[in-house]
């Protein structure tokens, strides 16, 4: 494929002009929307948090794509959330909305028509509403239980005509209702991994012990071995280390690569009390896996045992850098 080539130097910088531009216009609505905040977005907070169901989230055309990425955000952070299309509930899907739900409903007009249905919806069920739009007095903000307005701004376009300003600031409103009501409930990273394990995120936040190998997969070998029964077994499990127990199982030495070649002379001789490494570098299971890897990294080493540090001491698994690596931490 061959890109198109931008002809001129003027015609450049024209683009440039017109990218910064827009993204000036789009941020001073975000600053006119902050300054606008005020009890009503407190109020719709607070209804949220006392709904028994889900949000439900609803808007039309450019309002829609919008809906779907905030009900998205909140389910991600904690807060169960539907997106329903208006059109769509008109002919069946209002069954979707239920009491103890909540119907954050979007509308830079305030006058969608197709938003009629589910509004009433909501009136006759008493289900509680909440109506964000950019026009004072209009319908959805009438009917609404908690109404957030937002503030008149220019649309980036200059002629009012393409939804910009308008539905970055509506893209913002969102994500600050997430994220108050996720502070609110203390969402933590753990909660935030347990519903997001998959892709870059599920991977940032993985454990320790989400990727060691435990029980009989680890390499062990009681302090008082001889060191030809060690090397059988730190080929036996294949992860190129052995740890060595005490007589009360804790972990206190491991033997690798090197320090078989630190004593190859004689080395059949010898115990593995006389050849390993004591107090080894370890890990808590409970860790995030990125620093089990920071911790091989930065010591040039591939394996670390995990050990709890509140607990006896003995080694609940181990973890190679090429756990880390296939589950996509990096």
Known sequence: MTLPAVQTEPEAETFIATGRRVIRAEARALDALAAALDGAFARAVALILQARGRVIVSGMGKSGHVGRKIAATLASTGTPAQFVHPAEASHGDLGMVTKGDVALVLSNSGETPELGDIVAHTRRFAIPLIGVAGRPGSTLIRQADV??????????????????????????LGDALALALMEHRRFTPDHFRTIHPGGRLGAKLARVADLMHAGALMPLVPITTAMGEALIEMSRKGFGVVGVTDAGGRLCGIITDGDLRRHLDGLMALTV???????????????????????????KITCLFAVDPAGSGKPAGIVHIHDCLRAGVA
């Not at 937002?150 to 539905?167: D, N």
């Open 147 to 172: 109404a957030i307005l937002l503030p008149e701004v220019v649309e980036a376009c200059g002629t009012g005509i393409v939804p910009t300003s308008s539905t970055t600031m509506t893209l913002a």
């Open 273 to 299: 009390a006389e050849v390993m490494t004591r107090a080894p570098r370890t890990i808590d299971p409970g860790a995030l896996a990125e620093a089990a890897l920071a911790e091989m990294n930065g010591r």
